[in-house]
């Protein structure tokens, strides 16, 4: 019963987690605030969602569910690298100036 409650909870925290990332990817205004949510908020939800699951498969008796450690690490290792190089080429071809205003909901501005 707490196990389910446990793996119930982390389930929820993740979802909300990666919808709030995913919220934020869409509406914030520019490509820097745009990078910080999902890369933040993604992260945090998916790593609870694979700690439910591993969780959940952990206690089934078969033993530590590898899969959802090396996934969870993969991801931990590779999603700030990624978004510090999406970052740097942003900067390089100057992304910040000509997406001030670039919402696709269209957002008016100078």
Do not use: N, Q
């Amino acid at each position: 019963m707490i196990h389910e409650i446990a793996v119930s909870a982390l389930l929820v925290v993740g979802a909300g987690f990666a919808l709030i990332g995913s919220i934020g990817l869409a509406r914030l205004p520019d490509f820097y605030t745009r990078l910080h949510g999902p890369t933040k908020a993604t992260t945090l939800g998916v790593g609870a969602m694979l700690a439910g699951s591993a969780l959940w498969f952990s206690g089934r008796g078969s033993g530590v569910s590898v899969h959802e450690v090396l996934v969870a690490a993969f991801l931990l290792l590779t999603a700030p690298a990624s978004a510090h190089l999406l970052a740097k080429a942003a900067l390089h071809v100057g992304a910040a100036e000509r997406s001030r205003w670039a919402a696709p909901w269209g957002r008016k501005g100078s």
